[in-house]
């Protein structure tokens, strides 16, 4: 858990960590924060350090100055990331960290990446470490924290914002990245393909650096990639467009891999399923948005082939709410796992959709009279409630009558399937009217 326990690079590292910042002057974009002459590094420069709280979108330097503070600061430096901290874990850091500074007078500061996703009550337990100053809190988050951080932590904290990199610093960091390994923009790809990279970057420097790196990477192989350099559009395209460099929430990847894990269920295969399960919530889904959309799921593909199916789901909604990653995962499983193994129908969900088809087609047609309310003396008076007849007065609390409009009293909606417990509802229905 120490933070960046080795920062040597090695030929084996990302072109992201290699080329990390390693002095102010380094950091690109974010001039206003790293100025000699600002407050917070003037407080740094006499080791001073308040808890910290860093919102910005991915790749503009949050991590890296942390592993900077790590380096300039004589301090106790632990890394924790939201997904992977329960409350319990908090608790033991924060004890250890109030005996550090008890015994060896050393503050700790730990560095959660993905504030965010802590819940509340994860939060109430880190609050009063930061309180009696055991902790030194540096949390970096890509969410408004206003939205997603208790009120009494973030008053506690000094926000630093960080703004994504525009075009003219992702250019900046290309250039300087090339130079490190002695090549030129020139000599690896036309200005239109620099374009294209810098367009595909987003502002954001770790996906630059990813997209340089396997750029780099075939150029300097046996071959040369089988390519002429430096590289035209085309061949960039051929060749970088289509890979996938992590799981982008908001890209393919979240909707690729959300897709596959709804097909998994629907088609009743656990194993796929809690597989891509795991790797939404190891890519840093929103735990939130995936019971969500197993609460759909429950309805649309198990319906009342098994009505505990909505139940669970449910109850999975809420203990994911309450509890938090990491161990909101667990609820997941087995909420993925259970949907998986339930019996399927979908004739809930195509009832719905026969029935909105029908309102859009025919419109608003009258309700009969007989089933409209007659709790007013002019109601009455206009025949509403007449010949209504009480379903429980029946031998079966069943009475044979018209509910639908006059216009489509003979149609169909719902023909419930003869799987799991539907099988039990179709026979009630046809029990009822024989």
């Known amino acids: 858990m120490d933070l960046f326990s080795s920062t040597t690079p090695t030929i084996h590292q990302p072109l992201a960590n290699i080329l990390r910042p390693k002095q102010v002057s380094d950091f690109v974009g974010q001039e206003k924060i790293f100025n000699k002459n600002s407050p917070l590094m003037k407080m740094i420069e006499r080791g001073v350090l308040p808890n910290l709280i860093i919102w910005g979108p991915p790749g503009t330097g ?5 592993l900077y503070l790590s380096q300039k600061l004589d301090f106790k430096f632990i890394l924790a990331n939201a997904i992977d901290t329960g ?20 503050p700790t500061v730990l560095f959660i990446d993905e504030i ?11 609050l009063p470490f930061t309180e009696k100053g055991d902790l030194i809190l540096i949390g970096a988050t ?6 997603e951080l208790n009120g009494a932590l973030l008053s506690r ?33 036309s200005d239109d393909v620099k374009n294209e990279i810098l367009d595909e970057a987003n502002g954001d420097a770790r996906k630059l650096y990813n997209i340089l790196d396997q750029v780099i990477d075939l150029y300097n192989s046996d071959d040369k990639g089988g390519q002429s350099w430096p590289l035209e559009v085309d061949a960039y395209l051929e060749f ?7 799981y982008d929430k908001k890209g393919c990847s979240h909707y690729n891999t959300i897709s596959a894990f709804i097909k998994s269920i629907r088609g009743s295969d656990p194993d796929a399923a809690v597989y891509y399960l ?21 309805s649309e593909d198990v319906g009342n082939a098994d009505p505990r199916a909505l139940q669970l789901a449910m109850a999975g909604l809420e203990a994911v709410k309450v509890i938090g990653l990491p161990e909101a995962g667990i609820n997941l499983a087995q909420v993925t796992t259970y949907l998986s193994s339930a019996p399927k129908s979908n004739r809930s969900y195509m009832a719905y959709k026969k029935a909105l088809s029908e309102v859009e087609s025919s419109g608003n047609l009258a309700v009969p009279n007989s089933l409209k309310s007659s709790r007013t003396k002019m109601a009455k008076n206009l025949g509403f409630g007449k010949d209504y007849k009480y379903s429980h007065d029946g031998e079966k609390s ?23 417990f539907e099988k039990n509802i179709s026979a009630y229905l046809k029990w009822l009217k024989s």
Request: hydrophobic share 35%; net charge positive.
């Open 62 to 66: 949050k991590t890296s100055f942390a």
């Open 87 to 106: 409350a319990k874990k908090i608790r033991e850091l924060g004890n250890e960290a109030h005996n550090d500074k008890v015994i060896h007078g050393k």
């Open 116 to 126: 965010h996703r802590l819940n509340k009550s994860q939060q109430d337990v880190l």
């Open 142 to 147: 890509t969410e408004n924290p206003s939205y």
């Open 157 to 189: 904290s000094k926000l630093l914002v960080f703004n994504r990199l525009s075009e003219v610093d992702l250019s900046k960091l290309l250039t300087s990245c090339l130079q490190n390994f002695d090549l030129t923009e020139e000599i690896l790809f």
């Open 240 to 246: 970088f467009k289509s890979t996938s460099f992590y």
């Open 278 to 298: 795991a790797r939404m919530i190891k890519g840093g889904e929103d735990p939130v948005f995936i019971a969500r959309r197993l609460v759909i799921l429950a």
């Open 398 to 420: 069943w009475v044979k009558q018209d509910f639908l409009p006059e216009q489509i009293k003979d149609k169909k909606f719902y023909e419930p399937s003869e799987r799991g």
